[in-house]
């Protein structure tokens, strides 16, 4: 009968492309909600030491950032380690009201648990970063957070 | 008759969603804040009356200076032997009279625990290398990451990390508190 009649096309049927755009928007999607694009322009180098003995910082909106390590543009600012502050460079003495103004941002109730992120680059020398915690201390900014990256610590460059 | 309605080709869609998806990928970073979470001891208050001192044998003195070359209680050791030097002194496993004391404490969950009293002193010069100064770090919170996961598998079966009861976290932080000082920063020279 007419209703059994063999397809009398050949060749391989089409692949029905309509759902792909979906995939694809929600692969889109995933992305968008998991990276954060990077609100400050680094003028310092920060490179990240590494480190095994690592923790995660739970709360980003609790944390502020402190980078310090050697400019980018040598030419201009030299090559001495350099604090960098949201998106500028910044003196020990700039870091108390910085922290105030992180602060004063926060609620209430989440200012115990602010922590101060320092991503310091790893040929710094710890003079500067001393000066920084000192000063953090002076402000009561107590928990700090040293960044790092996750991984061993190569040997050969050290004793 | 019903009209036959013109279909929208969707199948540049695909090509649209791709686009914006390696946008996305390229310019933003997968940026994790991960590190090395540290307390800095409150600003000395100058009326305070000074803390009682330690006493020596509690004291481990890990000093970097800016070769970053590592002294371990007056000997000059290699970074690789750091954290099982540590774990003895933290642990004073033949109760040696030069290592540090231990105090019997009652914890809750755990009962009766040998606290030990020994804390690590972590000094560094002006010169020393960042980099150095983490690794130190990382050894020393190795140690005694070590010793929280050895006792918490002998009392819970599990791996430190592994606990998820906060109770249970609490009781081994007190058990094997995280004792690391940094002393007033000073200049230690070569």
């Not at chain 1, 322009?41 to 609790?62: C, D, G, I, N, Y």
């Not at chain 1, 989440?110 to 500067?128: A, F, N, Q, W």
């Not at chain 2, 002194?89 to 020994?118: A, Q, Y």
């Amino acid at each position: 009968m007419a209703r059994f009649k063999k397809d009398t096309k050949s060749g391989t049927p089409k692949i029905n492309t309509a759902s792909l755009p979906d995939i694809i928007f929600m692969l889109l999607f995933f992305f968008m909600v998991t990276t954060t694009l990077r609100e400050t322009q680094l003028f310092v180098r920060t490179q990240l030491p590494f480190a095994t003995e690592v923790q995660t910082l739970e709360r980003k909106s609790l944390v502020s950032h402190i980078y310090i390590g050697p400019p980018f543009q040598t030419r201009i600012f030299g090559t001495e380690p350099r604090i960098q502050l949201q998106d500028q460079f910044a003196t020990v003495d700039d870091i108390a009201s910085f922290i105030s103004a992180e602060r004063e941002a926060r609620a209430e109730a989440e200012r115990p648990l602010m922590t101060t992120s320092l991503k310091v680059d790893r040929e710094t020398t710890m003079g500067i970063v001393t000066d920084v915690k000192q000063e953090l201390r002076q402000v009561n900014a107590l928990r700090i957070n040293y960044s790092t990256a996750r991984g061993e610590i190569p040997r050969e460059g050290l004793r | 008759m019903a009209r036959m309605r013109p279909e929208i080709n969707a199948g540049s869609m695909a090509d649209i969603a791709f686009l914006l998806l390696i946008f996305f990928l390229v310019t933003t970073t997968m940026d994790v804040d991960i590190g090395i979470t540290r307390m800095l001891p409150p600003p000395i208050d100058p009326n305070a009356p000074p803390p009682p001192p330690v006493r020596e044998r509690n004291v481990f003195v890990v000093l970097v200076d800016r070769h970053d070359r590592l002294m371990v209680e007056g000997q000059i050791t290699s970074i690789d032997r750091l954290q099982t030097i540590t774990k003895e002194f933290l642990l004073n496993p033949h109760d040696d009279p030069s290592m540090p004391e231990k105090r019997i404490d009652t914890i809750p969950h755990l009962g009766k625990m040998e606290v030990s009293r020994g804390i690590i002193s972590l000094q560094n010069d002006r010169g020393t290398s960042y980099e150095m100064y983490i690794s130190v770090q990382n050894e020393l919170a190795a140690a005694i990451m070590d010793i929280r996961d050895d006792v918490s598998k002998e009392h819970f079966g599990l791996e430190f990390s592994e606990l998820r009861d906060q109770e249970l976290i609490d009781a081994i932080r007190s058990a094997v508190p995280m004792a690391i000082s940094e002393a007033e920063p000073k200049d230690i020279g070569d």
